[in-house]
């Protein structure tokens, strides 16, 4: 029978004992989220679903504001990336319904506009908005809030 010897030597140094490689890839990977997208443009909805889905993380989009609250009670979203001019209703209207419910608590939602009505932005942030976002919103930007 022939054995093969194996060199870890000069890699295993560089690198450590796989226990530490194992954790240091650990470490590394994103921490899926579970997002929210409200949207009332679903070509927008949808691109923004598959942006954060393919980042890893957990997404669902809602069309309206009637939608975008039954969804929030149920999917328990970390972060809501709310459009503030819905068919049905205001944004920041959203907002203020989420921040009644004690599960949503620590949900960061963000405000995305095209608006530059500043009545709109103190709406939101007054609702309980972390911030406000102009469309189009870069995705290094994006990629940075759920991070």
């Known amino acids: 029978m022939t054995r093969v010897k194996q060199d870890n030597g000069p890699q295993q140094a560089k690198q450590g004992p796989p226990e530490v490689q194992a954790e240091k890839a650990i470490i590394q990977l994103p921490a899926s989220r579970r997002i929210l997208v409200v949207e009332d443009n679903l070509d927008s909805a949808h691109m923004l679903a598959t942006f954060f889905g393919s980042m890893g993380h957990k997404v669902e989009y809602a069309i309206n504001a009637i939608v975008a609250v039954h969804v929030a009670h149920r999917f328990l979203p970390e ?21 009644l419910n004690p599960h949503l ?22 609702a309980g908005c972390e911030d406000v976002l102009v469309k189009p919103v870069a995705t290094d930007v994006l990629e940075r809030l759920v991070t």
């Open 105 to 126: 608590s620590k949900t960061r939602i963000y405000a995305v506009t095209g608006s530059p009505a500043w009545d709109d932005w103190k709406r939101a942030l007054a």
């Open 79 to 99: 972060f809501v990336f709310l459009d503030l001019r819905l068919p049905d209703g205001h944004g920041a209207e959203v907002a203020r319904q989420l921040r």
